[in-house]
Each structure stands twice: as structure tokens, then as C-alpha cells.
């Protein structure tokens, strides 16, 4: 197994117990999870993986289609899951087609929850140029969403400079303090847990007061997730994957983030004003696997190690 995670905390944040392990077990217990309409069709049983009632956000990549969207979150819901659809500003023609995505969404599907994002193209197929645009309609309150989850980047944005990121963020509070519907951050994954503590207190000193759930790669190869991480412009905790990239051995090796989780969940119990509220997991090395690994801590059938910066899951050594 490659560490390719890493607390970046430089000595042991916590002392291998049972209390610790509860605290890890209480940050992963309502995790959401991140899937394709593709990935969707490829198993026949979401339910047979995912407990009930967990909530499974629905990525409308470049070039998806919002009606196939749509009926991916009419078949989760269906299955006593949660679905929670991407809403990508950039990919959305207009009013009309915005209008129609969320009709269909709430009426097939019963969705409250959404994400809204800029989207994975730097031009817009559209009207809408971001997030912004698209909150500033009044169709999602319209449609009777009650929960909006807005994209955080504590590593900042490939597309935007540091001071448009700070603005474009600003924004997002700003919404999320006058709208009706309630809002929540989402942010990227990333691999070590400093950028985002870092992160996580600078926007809480600008007075956030938005719960964050937190971007979590599931287990996968670290090929897989140095090639992630590459497409989607994860910026300075990619050297942590890096440094772990050698040679082929490592490359094909299972990666797992069990050091980011333990970090995460000492920092949320050592500071009770911290608005990390839960995770939301990435399964780029497999739905099943990160399924199982994730119902393995709910479990509580994981060992810390003795140095307090990381655990094993008992079953993922027969992956």
C-alpha cells in the first residue's frame, strides 16, 4: 500500500484510541459520492453498494446530456438513494434549457439538493458565463430547491487568478446569507489536509458561515489519481502524489486516504468552530471499492496506526 496522502502536520495528531476512531467514524458516517449517468449504467444496483439515503451527486460532464442527467437522478432516487445534480453554468445553453433541467429534476426525481459549478469548459456554450449567472435567475428557489451546493477551492481556480477566485468565492457567501434555499460548500479533492485547514480558517475569519463538505479521493492507483488530478487542475497538494511516483511498481500500487480523513477528523475535534461538516467522496479508482472501503470505517472495521496519522481497513487488503 502507497501513503500517498499525508497530514503535512509533521508528528502525531492523535493518539490511536477508541475515541479517535469514533471521531473518524462520525466524519465519514453521512459521506456523500460523486458519479457519471456512464458509471451509473454500469451497475444494476446502486442500493446493493450505498446505504440508504445517502446522497449521490451526478456530475453532467462536457457534452452530457441534461435529460440523461435527469433520468440517472430519477433511477437513485428510485433505489432509496439521494440525488443531487450537477448544475454546470458553462454548459448550459439558457433560461429556456435551465428551466427545463430543473422541471425535470424536481418532478421525475423529487430533487431538493443541487450543485451548481462554472463546469469543466473555459468558454460557454451559452448565456451563462458562471456560477453567478445562473444563481442570479431565481429559478432554482423557483423550482423549490432547498439546498444549493456552491464549489469551494481551497487550492485556488486553473481558470481564475487569486484575486478573481477571492471575489468569485465572496460572491458565493454572499448568496448563500440572502438566499432562501440553503447552501453548503463542495469543494475540489485534494490529497493532504493543510491547504484545505489553511483554507478552511481564512474563509472563516471572512465570516463564513457555510458547513463544507470536503472533497476526498476514494482508494485508487496513484497512475489513476496523478492523471485526476492532472485534468482537473488540483494545484499544490499534487506534489504528494508525486514524490510517490518513482517508479511502475508504485504507480500500480492502491493509494488510500486514510492520513487526509485522520487529519480532517483530529482538526475537527480540536477546534469546535470548524465548519467542516462531512465528506464527499471521489471514486476514481471504482464505485465498488470505494464503497466497500468507505463502509469499512462506517464499521468501525479499521486499525489506527500506531503513529496516530493514518488507518487500515481490515478488508481492503483482500482487494
Not at 169 to 195: H, I
Not at 234 to 262: C, E, H, M
Not at 275 to 291: D, M, N, T
Amino acid at each position: 500500500m502507497v501513503r500517498a496522502y499525508a497530514t503535512q502536520l509533521g508528528e502525531r495528531v492523535w493518539q490511536p484510541d477508541d475515541a479517535a476512531q469514533l471521531r473518524i467514524r462520525e466524519l465519514v458516517a453521512d459521506f456523500s459520492i460523486e458519479i457519471t449517468p456512464a458509471v451509473a449504467a454500469k451497475h444494476t444496483a446502486l442500493a446493493d453498494l450505498l446505504p440508504a439515503g445517502t446522497r449521490v451527486y451526478i456530475a453532467f460532464v462536457p457534452g452530457e446530456d441534461h435529460r440523461s442527467v435527469a433520468a440517472t437522478a430519477a433511477r437513485i432516487r428510485g433505489e432509496g438513494l439521494v440525488p443531487v445534480p450537477h448544475f454546470p453554468a458553462r454548459s448550459i445553453v439558457d433560461r429556456a434549457q435551465l428551466d427545463d433541467y430543473l422541471r425535470r429534476v424536481t418532478a421525475e426525481a423529487g430533487v431538493d439538493e443541487v450543485l451548481v459549478i462554472g463546469g469543466g469548459i473555459d468558454l460557454p456554450r451559452g448565456t451563462f458565463s458562471g456560477t453567478q449567472a445562473l444563481l442570479e435567475t431565481g429559478l432554482f428557489e423557483a423550482h423549490g430547491i432547498r439546498t444549493i451546493g456552491l464549489a469551494g477551492h481551497p487550492e485556488g481556480q486553473r481558470e481564475l487568478s487569486a484575486p478573481g477566485a477571492a471575489m468569485t468565492l465572496q460572491q458565493k457567501l454572499a448568496y448563500g446569507r440572502q438566499s432562501a434555499a440553503g447552501a453548503r460548500l463542495v469543494t475540489q479533492f485534494m490529497f493532504e489536509a493543510e491547504p484545505l485547514l489553511a483554507w478552511e480558517r481564512m474563509i472563516r475569519a471572512q465570516s463564513n458561515h457555510l458547513p463544507i463538505h470536503v472533497g476526498v479521493p476514494g482508494p485508487a492507483t496513484v497512475k489513476s489519481l496523478l492523471n485526476y488530478a492532472r485534468l482537473c487542475g488540483v494545484g499544490n497538494s499534487l506534489r504528494v502524489l508525486t514524490r510517490q511516483a518513482g517508479n511502475l511498481f508504485k504507480l500500480a500500487s492502491l493509494s488510500y486516504p486514510d492520513g487526509l480523513i485522520t487529519a480532517l477528523a483530529y482538526h475537527r475535534a480540536s477546534d469546535p468552530d470548524c465548519r467542516i461538516e462531512r465528506l464527499h467522496f471521489y471514486p476514481f479508482g471504482g464505485l465498488a471499492r470505494s464503497a466497500r472501503w468507505i463502509e469499512g470505517i462506517r464499521a468501525g472495521e479499521f486499525t489506527l496506526h500506531d503513529d496516530g496519522l493514518g488507518f487500515t481497513v481490515a478488508s481492503a487488503a483482500d482487494w
